[in-house]
């Protein structure tokens, strides 16, 4: 009975056979489930799937061409008039009339007030007065000194009365001087009640009304000189030696383009921002500017002709050194080439490749996912190479299958 149980237990112990047919559990010839691919990475050797493919549209792919480029150096800041003039009374006097308003455009020479003349005329009226009195008493003392050498000559008058004579005629000389002084001042004084403007500009401010007395040396009007306008900007020192006067400086204001020069370059160096002051002048003959508006631009410090050009959004940089390296499509794979960069212009987005590209290039252009080097790539649009020697199948055509 023991040997009985004992037989039933080592019975029931053992596996299940194997279905007839399949390779038993654990055999080398078995396939366990996998994952997608087989469970390789993509582009991997082995018999999982091919290497990755990359598809591209033609806007992420550049042809690297000559072109122009221009070296330029950035700048900013606010476009203020050339000059700021300011008009102040140079006698005490009432306004007798205001011709002119705040923002009204002005010519060199037009009147744009008048203050009360009329006890300055008459002061110029009496120094006219007594110039002509002095000039005439020159007159008779030149006419007598004259004389006095007639008689002096024939012996009729003494050395003495001579000299008198011709001290007379220098007291004369004298007071004519004085007098001419007074009306000359007498005149300044009643030109001075009529207030022109200096120079071609705009009124920008004007603090009298017609009534008001005003004192000597109070402000009248500012005029503004705003046909050419002018911007101050801090150049760092380390490219400031390239920046000259003459040099163009293309400007973006108010949402327009303009153009000006390089007027002048200072001569010392910020001890505090270590910048150099550059000063360009944009000419604004039609007022479309105005004063103080803010700006920025670019001087071009040089241009250069049949450089060879890629777009700034092709360049990548090496995670080790930093270098830079652009992504190059060689026939249907992507390759990677390390580039040496000339000029870069920001502004324009381009940048010269002075090693590492030839003419006729293609690169891939700004952020278009993971890339690698030996990734296939197709970009739509273009027709893909294919094997040479191979023509394309017809419709319906079945080719036979390679070994």
């Known amino acids: 009975m023991g040997w009985a149980v004992l037989l039933l237990v080592l019975a029931c112990s053992r596996p299940p056979a194997p279905e007839r047919g399949g390779p ?12 997608p691919g087989g469970g390789q990475p993509p582009g991997a050797a082995g018999g999982g799937r091919g290497a990755a493919r990359a ?20 700048i900013a800041g606010d476009l203020r008039p050339l000059e700021t003039i300011s008009i102040r009374s140079r006698l005490e006097a009432d306004v007798d009339d205001v011709l002119v308003r705040d923002g009204e455009r002005v010519r060199a020479g037009q009147l744009l007030a008048r203050l009360d003349a009329g006890e300055l005329d008459a002061a110029r009226r009496s120094a006219e007065a007594e110039r002509a009195s002095a000039r005439t008493e020159l007159a008779t003392a030149e ?23 011709r001290q007379a005629v220098d007291g004369a000389k004298a007071r004519v001087a004085a007098a001419e002084a007074r009306y000359r001042t007498a005149d300044r004084e ?23 007395r005003v004192l000597r040396g109070a402000p009248l009007f500012t005029v503004v000189r705003s046909e050419v306008l002018e ?46 002051t550059v000063y360009v002048q944009v000419p604004n003959a039609d007022g479309s500017l105005k004063g103080n508006s803010f700006a920025s631009g670019r001087i071009v410090q040089r241009v250069l002709e049949d450089a060879l050009l890629v777009p700034t959004a092709a360049l990548r940089q090496s995670p080790d050194n930093g270098a830079p390296y652009v992504y190059r499509i060689e026939g249907d794979q992507i390759g990677s080439a390390k580039v040496a960069l000339g000029v870069v212009d920001d502004a324009a987005g381009m940048a010269e490749i002075t090693d590492g590209l030839a003419a006729g290039d293609r690169v891939v252009v700004g952020n278009v996912g993971t890339l690698g080097r030996g990734m296939k790539v197709t970009v739509v649009g273009e027709k893909p190479a294919g094997r040479p020697g191979a023509a394309p199948a017809a419709a319906g055509e079945r080719r036979p299958r390679g070994p």
């Open 55 to 74: 598809v591209l549209a033609a806007a992420d792919v550049a042809v690297i061409r000559a072109g122009r480029i221009e070296a330029t150096t950035p």
């Open 231 to 276: 911007l101050a900007a801090a150049v760092p020192a380390r490219v400031a030696t390239g920046v000259q006067p003459g040099q163009l400086a293309r400007f973006t204001a108010d949402g327009r383009a303009f153009t000006g020069r390089v007027a002048r370059v200072s001569a010392t160096i910020d001890p505090a921002s270590r910048a150099v």
């Open 24 to 35: 038993p559990a654990g055999a080398s010839g078995g396939r366990s489930p996998a994952s």
């Open 190 to 212: 009643v030109t001075s009640t009529r207030i022109v403007a200096p120079a071609n500009g705009t009124v920008e401010r004007r603090f009298v009304q017609p009534g008001e």
């Open 143 to 165: 006419w007598n000194a004259d004389q006095a050498a007639e008689l002096f000559k024939s012996g009729a008058i003494a050395e003495g009365d001579l000299r008198m004579r």
